[in-house]
């Protein structure tokens, strides 16, 4: 479909959706908590760091909790010394420019008024409005997940140089921002690897692996750190193994979610707190969790490792069974290990369902079509899939499918377009 770069003022993207960014500011500047919460001060932290010319603590008390993609975005604010206001505000503008670019990747592959349609969808995406106000990288990676299909779409247009490296480095920088990519890359360029030895897809295979070994280079000075530091090959973070450790819990009234190293259960801000469920985490975990917090850095996170590993041959079965929990709170936000219910959960299910058919159906189409499936909606699809899948072997949240959420309207999107018309008016029958 043909996209027009001249726009006059009421036609320009950045001016069309100009209201959702002064409703994210607001929204930010009403709910933003007065003092530094949760994860907060530990990417503000990392954005000091930075500055002062490292990032972790040297051994024994290496921190290599999160990656540096989001401290590096921070680090702006941290410099000049701003009010903690002033980050979150990065998260309106991340947000509204999101919207902008997935309007603009959309107007080339569908028709206008379904490009704005399903822009407006991702503009209201309400799951993603309570990071608004937090010092989180969940706004910031959703924006990273549309330039990336913006970007690629545009390789797939004008088949520029440019672009394929764009694409490369977004995905490489998507991998410093939530460290789960890393693996996700590595799977991804092995899986084009290996399809690149089909005729018929080679090019858009081959096409998809350097874009992928882009990717993987724009970490290598990241990995060149870690391994400096570390001494081990290929280190993304130390938080893996305290995450695999909760996912792959044997007991039966724990469902993979995570769970404080203190063991009181808890989900922030609204503390859900139970004698019982206190008691039972403390029975089931505190000797273990005991011994493991008594080492630092790295050394903890490989002894997470182990004791997750055990967990695993020991009960094989109730690791599958976490599997598919894990997979339900990304889509359902259901369930989670001695929690009260909360009505947050009802639109999560709503949300996730709506999501959930709307792919399967897209999946039987795209099966069936999938000679005519675009290069765009292919790579951005194998980039959700992996990922999707891998992060079933964490503790997983609704919050890791929200980021990704994009890269399904985007597919459902271009899916609908080449339907063909529907009506829902009965024919005209004879009387």
């Known amino acids: 479909m043909p996209y027009h770069m001249r726009f006059n003022v009421k036609q320009n993207p950045y001016f069309l959706f100009s209201p959702f960014l002064v409703y994210y500011v607001y929204r930010v500047l009403k709910f933003k908590y007065p003092v530094l919460y949760g994860d907060e001060p530990r990417y503000v932290g990392f954005a000091s760091n930075l500055i002062h010319g490292f990032y972790s603590p040297p051994a024994p008390d290496i921190n290599l909790w999160s990656g540096p993609g989001y401290p590096i975005v921070l680090m702006p604010c941290a410099a000049l010394h701003l009010p903690v206001i002033w980050y979150p505000l990065l998260n309106a503008l991340f947000f509204y420019l999101s919207v902008v670019f997935f309007y603009q990747a959309l107007r080339y592959m569908v028709k206008e008024k379904l490009a704005m349609l399903f822009a407006v969808i991702w503009a209201f995406y309400i ?54 990519f890393g693996y996700v890359i590595l799977l991804c360029l092995i899986i084009c690897l290996l399809l690149s030895i089909i005729k018929a897809i080679r090019i858009s295979c081959i096409n998809a692996v350097y874009i992928f070994a882009i990717a993987l280079l724009t970490t290598v000075p990241y990995l060149s750190y870690t391994q400096h530091l570390t001494g ?200």
């Open 127 to 180: 799951n993603l409005y309570q990071f608004l106000p937090a010092i989180y990288t969940e706004v910031f990676t959703s924006f990273l997940i549309v330039s990336i299909v913006y970007s690629v779409t545009l390789y797939f247009v004008k088949h520029k140089t440019i672009y394929l490296v764009l694409s490369g480095f977004l995905i490489g920088f998507l991998a410093l921002t939530k460290i789960i």
């Open 232 to 431: 081990k090959i290929f280190y993304w973070g130390n938080s893996g193994g305290m995450s695999l450790y909760w996912m792959s819990s044997p007991y039966d009234l724990e469902y993979g979610d995570w769970k404080a190293p203190y063991l009181s259960n808890s989900i922030l801000p609204m503390p859900f707190k139970s004698t019982e469920g206190d008691s039972l985490l403390q029975a089931n975990h505190a000797k273990e969790i005991s011994f493991i917090m008594a080492h630092q850095g790295v050394e903890q996170d490989e002894l997470f490792k182990k004791a997750a590993i055990r967990n695993i041959k020991s009960a094989p079965k109730k690791f599958v069974k976490n599997y598919f929990y894990n997979i339900s709170r990304m889509l359902f936000d259901f369930p989670y290990s001695y929690t009260y219910q909360v009505t947050q959960t009802i639109s999560n299910i709503i949300t996730g369902s709506l999501l959930l058919w709307a792919s399967v159906i897209c999946l039987v189409i795209s099966v069936i079509n999938r000679k005519q499936i675009i290069y765009p909606v292919k790579l951005t699809m194998l980039l959700f899939t992996v990922y999707f899948l891998l992060s079933g072997f964490a503790s997983a949240y609704v919050r890791q499918l929200d980021v990704v959420v994009p890269i399904l309207l985007f597919w459902i999107a271009c899916t609908i377009d080449k339907l063909p018309k529907m009506s829902l008016k009965f024919k005209e029958t004879a009387v």
